[in-house]
């Protein structure tokens, strides 16, 4: 297992409330990612963070927003839940941006929305 | 958007059989990667090849990457009950200024006892 951590495990919500996800990254890391994964697919990039900073953004609305603290854990926030977002999240850490790193998952957040 | 994808989607081979699956992918790359997943669970890393590699092994796993045709393979020899899992490549484009991993639409392999 990776040192990658996200709480909670599972979540229901109904179209329209708001989410908070969590995610806490490998001890060294400094570097948090977020994906989202539908039923059937590979996982689709949100967003990154690197030293507090959003660095780089996927396809995504601006309801999806996210945090990176101190201590290099992050939050990923979700506004104004839609149908269509019902999917696993993952969060994946890694140190820096150096390339040729690979990235560890953490076990990920299954969001339903109803 | 998925970058590339796998061939086949699905897989199924008894124990003690060689698995292959193939990724293709669109842009150019600093690297690409292989990941599992059990179940819906979280990814596990696999390996990572260099675009400047042809070749990489790891245990079971051997890797081929062809960028001229932008494709990889993954072959997993003498495959065990326990790779039955969802396969992924993801690759790592160039100049995108950070490390975004661009996911394949996976490869489902069922290992038969």
């Known amino acids: 297992e990776t040192g990658v951590t996200q709480s909670p495990t599972h979540l229901i919500k109904t179209r329209g409330q708001q989410v908070t996800l969590r995610c806490s990254s490998q001890?060294?890391?400094?570097?948090v990612s977020w994906y989202q994964q539908a039923l059937g697919q590979g996982p689709q990039f949100i967003f990154q963070?690197?030293?507090?900073?959003?660095?780089g953004r996927g396809n995504f609305p601006p309801r999806f927003s996210g945090l990176q603290f101190p201590n290099y854990s992050s939050e990923l926030n979700v506004n104004a839940l839609e149908l269509d977002d019902s999917a696993l999240y993952l969060c994946?850490?890694?140190?820096?941006?150096?390339?040729?790193?690979?990235?560890?998952f953490g076990p990920g957040t299954r969001l339903t929305v109803l | 958007s998925q970058q590339g994808e796998e061939d086949p989607q699905a897989l199924s081979i008894q124990e003690g059989e060689n698995a292959t699956m193939n990724c293709s992918y669109k842009?150019?790359?600093?690297?690409l990667q292989w990941y599992r997943q059990n179940s819906g669970r979280g990814l596990v890393h696999l390996i990572l090849?260099?675009?400047?590699?042809r070749e990489k092994h790891s245990g079971r796993l051997r890797v081929t990457l062809d960028t001229s045709k932008k494709s990889s393979s993954l072959l997993i020899t003498a495959s065990r009950a326990a790779d039955t899992a969802s396969y992924f490549c993801a690759t790592d484009a160039r100049n995108t200024g950070f490390q975004k991993l661009v996911f394949g639409t996976g490869t489902r392999l069922l290992v038969s006892p």
């Open positions: 963070y690197y030293r507090e900073e959003e660095n």
């Open positions: 842009t150019s790359i600093n690297n």
């Open positions: 001890s060294g890391h400094n570097t």
């Open positions: 090849i260099r675009s400047n590699e």
């Open positions: 994946a850490s890694s140190a820096g941006q150096v390339l040729y790193k690979e990235q560890f």
